[in-house]
C-alpha cells in the first residue's frame, strides 16, 4: 500500500492508515515513516478468536471512524486482505475495495468479497475461484505480481548487510517462518524444521549465513539461541537483504513473491493449498517448491543484478482501488 498512499496523497486526497498489531506491521509502518494509528491486535488462530478479533478489531474501526472529525466522512475505503475494514466501510456505507492474491483463505474472502464493492486480485487467479465467495461482478484484474508494483521505485542499499554484520564474501540465506497462526497453513512443517537443521550444520561447515525473520514472539525466542542463525530483534530491511542473498526460503507468500520480482533464487516450503499465483510461478520456473532440504544449493552466486527486472506503474493498482467511485 505505501506507493498506493504515496500516489493518493501526491493527487490531493487525504489518506488515513490503520493497522493491526501483529507480527511487524506497525514496525514496518514506522521504518517506512507512515503515518498510522493501530487498531486491535491479533486474538489467536482458532476459528471463534477469529471471529472475537474481527467483532472487536471492527467496532474499534467504526467508532474510530465515526469520531474522526477532522476529515469527516470517508469517501472510500481500501484494506489488503482485511475484514474489518470491508465490515466498517459496509456498516459506514462508503465503498470498499479489497485486495489479496491468495485465494484459498476462504473464512476471510467469504467476508471481504461479499461486503467489497472492487476485488482487485492478480490476473492469475481464475474468476471462478473467487465467484464463489461473492465477488462475482466485482473483479478487477491485474498483470503480474503485487510485488512488481510496489517494488517499483525500489533500488536495494547495503546499510542492511552492516547492520546484520553479514559478509559479501560468503553465502546469504534468508528464512522466513511458516505462519502458524493463519487458518490455511499446517501448523507443524517438518519440511522446515529439516530446513533449519540444515542450515545450522551448513553455518558451522561451511560458513553460510543464515537470517531468519520469525512471525511472531514465541518463534523469535526459539530461533535465537540456535549457533549460526542471525534473528533481527525487529523490522529491517528485508527487501534489500531479498536483493543480495544467494537463496530465499520462505514458508509464506509475499517474501516469496518479492524474491521473484527481484531476481533472487527462491524456495517455497508451504504446505497449504497453493494459489493461482504461486501455480503460475512455479509453472514457469520463477519459485521452486522445495521437497528435501538436501535440495537446497547453498552457493554463492555470481553475479547480483536488480538493474533488469521488470516494473509495474502502481498508478494502475491505485486506478483499480478507486474504482468503487467510477460510473
Known amino acids: 500500500m505505501r506507493p498506493v498512499i504515496e500516489l493518493l496523497r501526491g493527487d490531493g486526497h487525504e489518506v488515513r492508515v490503520t493497522a493491526r498489531d501483529f507480527a511487524q506491521t506497525l514496525q514496518l509502518l514506522e521504518r517506512f515513516e507512515i503515518e498510522h494509528i493501530a487498531i486491535g491486535r491479533h486474538r489467536g488462530e482458532r476459528l471463534a478468536d477469529k471471529a472475537v478479533g474481527l467483532a472487536s478489531r471492527s467496532t474499534a474501526l467504526l467508532r474510530w471512524a465515526r469520531r474522526d472529525s477532522r476529515l469527516g466522512r470517508f469517501d472510500v475505503a481500501l484494506g489488503h486482505g482485511s475484514n474489518d475494514i470491508s465490515v466498517a466501510a459496509r456498516l459506514l456505507r462508503i465503498p470498499c475495495s479489497t485486495t489479496f492474491d491468495y485465494e484459498w483463505a476462504a473464512v476471510q474472502h467469504h467476508v471481504n468479497c461479499r461486503l467489497a464493492q472492487a476485488v482487485v486480485v492478480p490476473e492469475a487467479i481464475p474468476h471462478e475461484r473467487l465467484e464463489r465467495y461473492g465477488a462475482k461482478g466485482k473483479i478487477h484484474a491485474y498483470e503480474g505480481l503485487k510485488e512488481e508494483y510496489y517494488l517499483a521505485d525500489f533500488e536495494p542499499e547495503e ?89 530465499v526460503i520462505s514458508a509464506g507468500g509475499t517474501m516469496n513473491r518479492e524474491a521473484v520480482a527481484l531476481g533472487t533464487p527462491v524456495y517455497t516450503t508451504f504446505e497449504g493449498r497453493l494459489g493461482a499465483v504461486d501455480e503460475r510461478l512455479i509453472g514457469e520456473g520463477r519459485l521452486r517448491k522445495l521437497k528435501a532440504a538436501e535440495q537446497l544449493d547453498l552457493a554463492k552466486r555470481d553475479h547480483v543484478d536488480v538493474a533488469n527486472r521488470l516494473r509495474r506503474d502502481p498508478r494502475r493498482l491505485v486506478e483499480l482501488l478507486l474504482s468503487p467511485l467510477t460510473p
Open 159 to 247: 546499510a542492511v548487510l552492516l547492520e546484520l554484520a553479514l559478509d559479501r564474501e560468503k553465502p546469504i540465506v534468508l528464512v522466513r517462518t511458516p505462519p502458524e497462526v493463519s487458518l490455511y497453513h499446517r501448523f507443524e512443517n517438518d519440511l522446515f524444521a529439516a530446513v533449519l537443521t540444515r542450515l545450522r550444520d551448513a553455518a558451522r561447515e561451511r560458513g553460510v549465513q543464515s537470517v531468519v525473520l520469525p512471525r511472531t514472539a514465541a518463534q523469535r525466542a526459539a530461533l535465537r539461541g540456535v549457533e549460526g542463525f542471525t534473528v533481527p530483534e525487529r523490522a529491517i530491511d528485508a527487501q534489500s537483504l531479498i536483493a543480495f542473498a544467494d537463496l
